[in-house]
């Protein structure tokens, strides 16, 4: 099994900034990439942004530019830093695990992000 447990996030004006942090424990060794997700109010959940374990990245085209996913192994922790925020960056956000090939995947409980105009 692997824990994983978001922070960070809140209610921010627009144009502000906000560092989410996705800490996990746990049987870490079943886990090859991590990722963040988002789900607004009415719309399905999107991938936000994810990190492979030898650091290769991927981003959504709506926050590339001002969204910097990033990882600290000896911390088991996935960090994703959000920059220029937009009230439509507003959303429960969501970290995964994927798990290796045949194993399962995890998803965190979320954290609310909340960027007024």
């Known amino acids: 099994q692997v824990q994983l447990v978001e922070s960070g996030g809140g209610l921010v004006q627009a144009g502000g900034s906000l560092r989410l942090s996705c800490a996990a424990s746990?049987?870490?060794?079943?886990?090859?990439?991590m990722g963040w997700y988002r789900q607004a109010p009415g719309k399905q959940r999107e991938l936000v942004a994810t990190?492979?374990?030898?650091?290769?990245?991927n981003y959504a085209d709506s926050v590339k530019g001002r969204f910097t996913i990033s990882r600290d192994s000896a911390k088991n922790t996935v960090y994703l830093q959000m920059n220029s925020l937009k009230p439509e960056d507003t959303a429960v956000y969501y970290c995964?695990?994927?798990?290796?090939?045949?194993?399962?995947?995890?998803w965190g409980q979320g954290t609310q992000v909340t960027v007024s105009s």
């Open positions: 995964k695990g994927n798990g290796r090939p045949y194993l399962r995947d995890y």
């Open positions: 990190i492979t374990n030898g650091g290769i990245t």
């Open positions: 746990g049987s870490t060794f079943t886990i090859n990439a």
